[in-house]
């Protein structure tokens, strides 16, 4: 490709996908953790390293962006969508990152429960980034955008379910505080799911 | 009006109206909740409905955001409002699902206190939208945000002398743990009625 | 100078450098209150009138903003960058407020370096915001928001060691609250000195 008026476009869409798989990693090394709770200083430090691999995407995105003129999407939509991923992954890490330091021993079902709803809604955030290329069809990314949406509901329902327990059940206040925490941040990051889910809908709106 | 260029204009100040009205009725039904705690479930579930049906207006605002070539007012002015007043529901929302979840059993003054000043605050906020359509007098909008203001502060300093007491006279850490967060989401939601008030005192500004 | 076309435009860096010195006093007092826990409501009074000195500025930038048709930089990065730094001296405060209002008899060792950590922090953003009037030599500016981003690590850091501690040792679970929440304060105020070193280092880029 000798000539190329706009060498950089698509850059960004390479941004996009790369940071939307980390965050699924990411996802992965949280639920891995509640599933091996002796083993959450090994996850621990490799989530962080997948939370400073997704910083250094966002950077360059960041930077890419102040040096681009033509941009694929509003400059406004690109610095959104790479922010709000970025808020998706810090928020993994810090729950997965707090299981390691409140030095929790066991883990909950309700934990376990969580860790799969937000696994599925990281797959969904990836298919529906992925998509933004092609926005003639946006049929998968909003399939994908209303998935995310369920999937949100399906976490806060059962964040509800552990708090009502929790509060009910616990004799041990500091272990309630642990529980409390992880599950806020847990459903959390669904919920920072759900906020990349509304901005892609937004940009697939603006495209139509 | 047989002739309309702009036949959308003014639905973006329907939306608005239409939103304020939730806000206020969320925080009529958690004060109703707070002085009949035995009832937490019946206004919970309640508010929670009331919380979807402001989801609904916001969501009915970006669509329409994305579709409407010229605005009343520019769209990012819009996209914010609509945003902040969608956080001071949901966090009414949060605060009140909570004192049903933490199986809260016995109410307090403070937190009376705190929801009779959030429900003056977003009266103060439905006046203060509503004035908008009538920028040309802005007297009333900037009042009602000039009490909103005055609000939070109250709200602030019911805070502080519920914190204080709640950390000088607590002997069960899990009933401190409960009214901690209900507290903080009772004064955050009058902070985010300051929120809107700022959104709106700047549309204000901006069309002076 | 009897001619000026744009006689306002300098006023934004007089705003920036006048917040950039409360965030830094209001460091330094929060610094000054852990080394002297006994003096804990003076020094929160103390505080409150430097974050309300710093709500001034941000409302008179804003509010400038509105009225000035030629800005220096771009509007929403004014807007942005006043809002950030607001953010920081309202962190600060807050964690202040909450030392007092928690009645905390002792400070920790994991306190007094967090808030060295803050007061460095707040340094370098007023250095950083300074230097942003002459954008053509933006060497200090970049070397700045570099250590503040060095520096956030750094708090990092030290909250992982306090909070593995905390939940370690702590046999009060009251205490273990104060302090949770305290240490959260602490290093989330140098967090937000990292935003307002992130749009910083936006405008460099922007207009480099």
Known sequence: MPFSIL???????????????????????????????????FFAKRL?????????????TVETLHKTFITPLDREEIHQLISRMDDVLDLIDAGGQRVFLYGIKETTAEAKELAEVLVKATH????????????KDPTNVLTACVE??????????VLRRAMARLFRESTDPIELIRWKDVYEFLEGSSDRCEDVANIVEGIVLEHA
Chains 1, 2, 3 share one sequence.
Do not use: W
């Open 7 to 41: 060498p950089k476009e698509y850059g960004f869409f390479d941004f996009f996908d790369q940071h939307a798989v980390k965050c699924l990693e990411g996802a992965k090394l949280l639920q891995d953790m509640i599933g091996n709770i002796a083993e959450a200083e």
């Open 48 to 60: 962080k390293d997948v939370e400073h691999e997704g910083d250094e995407i966002t950077h360059r």
């Open 124 to 135: 969904q955030v990836k298919i529906a980034v992925t998509g933004l290329r092609t926005l």
């Open 148 to 157: 995310i949406n369920r999937l949100e509901n399906e976490a806060d329902s």
